[in-house]
């Protein structure tokens, strides 16, 4: 890979990471179609190692209880585009554990989308002050492609980390690799030591993908 130089001035940070190309606009970027958001039927839920040992589950109207923070982000997906300047508006994702807490053991999360979307995390990429479920994007309701209702924001991470269209929270007591992860792309994804491919990783950066186990 070409490593190309950062755009001086360009970015939240006043620079992209490198190897990404700055790109106007917002770009649509996802796998599959876009689902269609039905009210009476949505729930976010948050199930798995739960301190309780129950499924926690809110209604689209429950959300509007909690509390909401803004944060302005770049988006950095890993194919190399970067779109600059997001304002997003939304749920603090660390809001998550104080009203469903996980139980002691729990190390990862998986985030998970409609149509089994899922991405794994550290929790402690979860609870980053500036990690949120986003609602709003520069003021505005998320479009139906950029993730409406829901969408998971977590801007020291490539795109992929973040599913749009969220549903559910697992709490988990080891990793587990989600959808692109287990497709050939990073563990742990972080933009700026360019970590985009699984065979960049180190033994430390999580489990082996299925597909190349036993190879
Ligand atoms: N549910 C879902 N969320 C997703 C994806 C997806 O395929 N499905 N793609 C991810 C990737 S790879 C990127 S780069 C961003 C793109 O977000 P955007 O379309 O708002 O630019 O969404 C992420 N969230
Ligand atoms: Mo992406």
Redesign the pocket.
């Known amino acids: 890979m070409v490593a190309e130089e950062p755009v001086p001035g360009v970015g939240s940070a006043g620079r992209i990471p490198p190897g990404q190309r700055h790109v106007h606009g ?7 179609p876009v ?1 269609r958001f039905r009210p009476e039927r949505w729930n976010l839920r948050v199930f798995g190692a739960t301190a309780s040992g129950e499924t926690h589950e809110w209604a689209f109207d429950d959300l509007a209880g909690l509390p909401r923070t803004t944060v302005v982000a770049d ?5 190399g ?1 970067t ?1 600059t300047g997001h304002e997003w508006y939304g749920i603090p994702a660390a809001t998550v554990l104080d009203l469903a807490p996980p139980a002691p053991g729990v190390t990862h999360i998986m985030a998970w ?3 089994g ?1 899922s ?1 794994n995390l550290r929790l402690g990429d979860l609870t980053s002050p500036r990690t949120l479920m986003a609602t709003h ?1 520069n003021g505005e309701p998320l479009t139906a ?3 409406f209702p829901l ?2 924001v977590v801007p020291h991470l ?9 549903r559910g929270i697992e709490y988990m007591t080891a990793d587990r690799r989600g ?2 992860e287990e497709r050939g ?1 990073h563990n742990i994804a972080d933009p700026w030591k360019e970590q985009r491919h699984s065979y960049q990783e180190q033994p430390a950066d999580g489990p082996t993908p299925s597909a190349r186990q036993g190879r």
């Open positions: 917002w770009p649509v970027s996802h796998y599959g689902p988006l950095h997906c890993a194919s585009p779109s989308a409609e149509y979307y991405a994007h492609e950029h993730g969408r998971l490539f795109g992929y980390k973040g599913p749009k269209w969220l959808f692109w792309y």
